[in-house]
């Protein structure tokens, strides 16, 4: 709850691009939603399982100055829930060994059920 009695939101920003610009806003969003203390899901899916790899290359910069590489190490230290799609996970030969801390292989069925209490954002 927030001050005054106002419940607290839920947001689940699902991902499906590889492309540097979507995944940069889908990361900053999440993580101003967490900052300000609303529930914050992550789901990628497609080729935006690729996000979830260690050591992915995130330092390229947008054309507003930011980058992937801003945002993702705060939602992996403050642990915000990030599914990642199976088959699209081992369609492209990643396993959970390969992926940051917050992220864990994840189900269509659970990204359903997020969906259905949640404001989606798809980016």
Not at 25 to 35: L, P
Not at 70 to 83: A, C, I, M, R
Not at 87 to 99: F, H, L, S, V
Not at 108 to 113: Q, S
């Amino acid at each position: 709850m927030f001050p005054g009695g106002r419940a607290m939101a839920e947001y689940l920003f699902v991902l499906h691009t590889d492309d540097n610009e979507k995944a940069t806003r889908c990361f900053q969003f999440s993580k101003i939603a967490h900052e300000k203390g609303h529930s914050v899901n992550i789901f990628l899916v497609d080729n935006g399982v690729e996000w979830a790899v260690k050591g992915k290359d995130a330092s390229q910069k947008t054309l507003t100055g930011d980058c992937p590489g801003d945002y993702l190490p705060y939602l992996e230290e403050n642990g915000v829930t990030s599914g990642v799609c199976t088959p699209c996970a081992k369609g492209r030969n990643i396993d959970e060994q390969m992926m940051l801390a917050n992220m864990k292989l994840d189900t269509g069925g659970n990204l359903i059920d997020m969906a259905a209490t949640a404001s989606v954002f798809n980016f």
